[in-house]
């Protein structure tokens, strides 16, 4: 599989959005479990989305109702739109895969280098 590689990240105001992307080439859908992570200075990494291997998706409680995880496949990318963001979504966000099966998941071993969000109040 060639590298994950995320884009779309910056600097917004509270209330603001964000569309986060991911080039995935290689980690086919049914195959592969996708998911957004992020990590906060001093704090450690959290899940924000993941996507199983049969297309179910979960939600960071933190996130649920503000951010929709989605892939499309013909372009082997997958997106984190995020909206109504807060200061405390502020920190680096990565992309990882991991094997699955339906919606089962091995641990993520392969992630992205990660995209700088900062939120304002």
């Known amino acids: 599989q060639a590298p994950l590689v995320e884009s779309g990240g910056g600097s917004v105001q509270a209330g603001g959005s964000l569309r986060l992307s991911c080039a995935a080439s290689?980690?086919?859908?049914?195959?592969?479990?996708m998911g957004w992570f992020r990590q906060a200075p001093g704090m450690e990494r959290e899940e924000v989305a993941t996507?199983?291997?049969?297309?179910?998706?979960k939600y960071a409680d933190s996130v649920k109702g503000r951010f929709t995880f989605s892939r499309d496949n013909a372009k082997d990318t997958l997106y984190l739109q995020m909206n109504s963001l807060k200061p405390e979504d502020t920190a680096i966000y990565f992309c990882?895969?991991?094997?699955?099966?339906?919606?089962?998941?091995?641990?993520?071993?392969?992630w992205g280098q990660g995209t700088q969000v900062t939120v304002s109040s």
């Open positions: 990882a895969a991991a094997r699955g099966w339906t919606a089962l998941c091995s641990p993520y071993n392969s």
């Open positions: 290689g980690y086919s859908a049914g195959v592969y479990c």
């Open positions: 996507m199983r291997a049969d297309g179910t998706t």
